[in-house]
């Protein structure tokens, strides 16, 4: 899903529509948790076509509103759009409230990065709406404050994540073009996982850590020409695999066919890079006969560049 300029002007009524991207992680690798209580981590992150749609108007109200269509979307203040909308004003000295309409398709608990995804969206729509004119380094230390992936979404470039999330490093044209229009296979179980649990297996496990030069020497392989399939690497698959067996089971199986396949963020959602139709209906059909029908399942795609 791609953010156009045109998405960014208000429409007669005042409303702003703009897309809210899915991520994956190609490679995700943690190592050890810093003096602040994050994770010190090395993750090269892609947007997706997928993801969600948001609407945002100014309300003319003395509070924010939110409404989503998606199950299990919190409405409260908990919810990151909202937290958002107040950080904004704290920042930016303006008193006005929002209306922010939800189309969610990106499940929550799904290591997609939507919530995160959907609060920068916010944070475009607001600095569009009333052009306080924010430049990226303000929308991204803004994101920052929301959470560790929210950086990431500012831009919405293939890029090295690095630090807690904060510290990004776009890759380089040629190694974007090797990845651009990449087809790409979600699916997921009828579970999510909960990130603040997956990180405690890690603290629970010191031994899961991987080393920064190791992760490093990966990424620089592939900036070196490497094949996209010899990146993918995921320390949160083992970790979190260990309660939920469904995930490293299909894995294996798809690996065992030949598919590069890949648990992304912590999970549950995983995702498999095919070729054809034909490739991505065998996978499909590995993925229902391991965890049946209900199963969510989308087609996508590696994003261009947004703005």
Not at 112 to 118: A, K, M, P, R, T
Not at 181 to 191: A, I, M, N, W, Y
Not at 253 to 266: V, W
Request: charged share 20%.
């Amino acid at each position: 899903m791609i953010r156009t300029v045109n998405e960014l002007i208000p429409d007669e009524a005042g409303r702003i529509r703009l897309q809210a991207p899915a991520k994956i992680n190609l490679m995700l690798s943690v190592h050890g948790r810093r003096e602040d209580g994050f994770h010190a981590l090395t993750s090269l992150v892609v947007p997706l076509e997928f993801g969600d749609s948001m609407e945002l108007r100014v309300n003319g109200g003395q509070a924010d509103c939110l409404s989503s269509d998606g199950v299990a979307v919190p409405l409260d203040a908990s919810n990151l759009v909202l937290r958002a909308a107040r950080l904004f004003r704290e920042h930016s000295g303006r008193t006005e409230c929002f209306d922010f309409r939800l189309q969610k398709r990106i499940p929550v608990g799904a290591g997609l990065g939507g919530g995160s995804s959907d609060a920068v969206a916010a944070l475009l729509g607001m600095d569009a709406l009333l052009q306080t004119r924010m430049d990226g380094e303000a929308l991204r230390a803004l994101a920052a404050a929301l959470g560790s992936d929210c950086p990431f979404f500012v831009d919405g470039v293939p890029a090295i994540m690095r630090g807690r999330g904060e510290l990004l490093e776009p890759l380089t044209a040629a190694a974007t073009a090797r990845l651009g229009g990449q087809r790409v296979l979600l699916f997921r179980p009828d579970f999510g996982v909960e990130t603040g649990w997956a990180y405690g297996q890690f603290a629970a496990r010191p031994g899961s850590y991987e080393a920064p030069a190791v992760a490093e020497a990966r990424w620089q392989a592939f900036a070196g020409g490497g094949m996209v399939a010899d990146l993918l690497h995921n320390g949160f698959e083992a970790v979190v695999g260990r309660k939920f067996l469904a995930i490293p089971c299909l894995l294996e199986q798809l690996r065992a066919h030949g598919y590069p396949c890949l648990m992304s963020g912590s999970g549950s959602v995983c995702f498999a890079l095919v070729n054809s139709a034909a490739e991505a209906a065998a996978v499909k059909a590995l993925c229902l006969s391991c965890w049946g029908e209900g199963i969510f399942w989308v087609e996508t795609s590696f994003a261009g560049r947004m703005i």
